[in-house]
């Protein structure tokens, strides 16, 4: 039998959450899955994939455009296979202390999507993020990557063993 088909696609402003969606992708290759990692604005259809990990940035409360497209654009078919959301966004250790339910657009996404779970990741904010306001956040001492390679793995993991588990 071969391998699930799982698209791992991403809307990122300054790449943090392209990083994150990278290493969900290595994570499931890992556990034999057949995995393409995409932006979310490139996916063009959903169809040939048994399941998808969709991902945004959150930027002011709000998911990622590319990601809030990609959704609404692919709903009909999301709705037919296994589906599950990421957020990326604050930019403090927060996402590791306690859960941090989806933003009210990414929990309509997840209803209208029938996702199984979603999940917010640290974001990151380094010298070279680029954006007036980045630049000024770091200079304050309020920047730092706070992606948890473990905590991403861990998750990407739980997934695999999900799609290996007949529903």
């Given at each position: 039998m071969s391998s699930a088909r799982v698209l791992v696609a991403y809307g990122t402003k300054h790449g943090a959450t392209a990083g994150i969606a990278e290493?969900?992708?290595e994570s499931l290759r890992e556990d034999g899955l057949?995995?393409?990692v995409l932006p979310a604005d490139d996916v063009g259809d959903v169809r040939g994939y048994d399941a998808v990990v969709l991902g945004g940035a959150l930027y002011a409360g709000r998911w990622s455009p590319g990601a809030k497209r990609c959704a609404e654009r692919h709903a009909?078919?999301?709705?037919h296979r296994p589906v599950w959301l990421f957020s990326s966004g604050p930019v403090?250790?927060?996402a590791e202390q306690h859960g941090i339910p989806p933003v009210r657009g990414v929990a309509r996404?997840?209803?209208?999507?029938?996702?199984?779970?979603?999940?917010t990741f640290g974001g990151s904010l380094t010298e070279r993020t680029p954006g007036?306001?980045?630049r000024a956040l770091v200079r304050e001492g309020k920047g730092g990557d706070f992606r948890n390679p473990e905590r991403i793995k861990t998750w990407a993991?739980?997934?695999?063993?999900?799609?290996?588990?007949?529903?």
């Open positions: 290493q969900v992708g057949d995995v393409t009909q078919q999301l709705n403090d250790r927060s996404q997840m209803d209208r999507l029938g996702a199984r779970e979603h999940i007036f306001l980045a993991h739980h997934i695999s063993a999900e799609l290996a588990t007949p529903h």
